[in-house]
């Protein structure tokens, strides 16, 4: 199972920017997915989750300018940033937790980061 996510670059405050997750693999069933941040100096911070089912849940701080969506047909999830503060620059993770077989228990699986950048 790996997950590709792509999106991310650099903005000016205010701005907004969009990250995509797809996980692709043999598996039979896709949970849920999550974005993670991790800024320099700081612990790795959920941002926002979604379920299969599409119950969302969101960070604090960015409830009300991102929003989260999975597409499980396409075994993806996008996450929608908008109204950028320069405290949400940080490396951004794709999170997933997925089953790869009937009767198995799931496994957390990660994508590589990619960074987003504020500018003031």
């Known amino acids: 199972v790996q997950l590709q996510a792509s999106g991310g670059g650099s903005v000016q405050a205010g701005g907004s920017l969009r990250l995509s997750c797809t996980a692709s693999?043999?598996?039979?069933?896709?949970?849920?997915m999550a974005w993670y941040r991790q800024a320099p100096g700081k612990e790795r911070e959920l941002v926002a989750s979604v379920t299969g089912g599409g119950t969302t849940n969101y960070a604090v701080s960015v409830a009300g300018r991102f929003f989260i969506a999975m597409d499980s047909a396409k075994n993806m999830m996008v996450l929608q940033m908008n109204t950028l503060k320069p405290e949400d620059t940080a490396v951004y993770y794709c999170n997933a937790d997925i089953r790869r077989r009937w009767g198995r228990d799931s496994n957390t699986y990660w994508g590589q980061g990619t960074q987003v950048t504020v500018s003031s």
């Open positions: 693999g043999s598996f039979v069933q896709l949970n849920s």
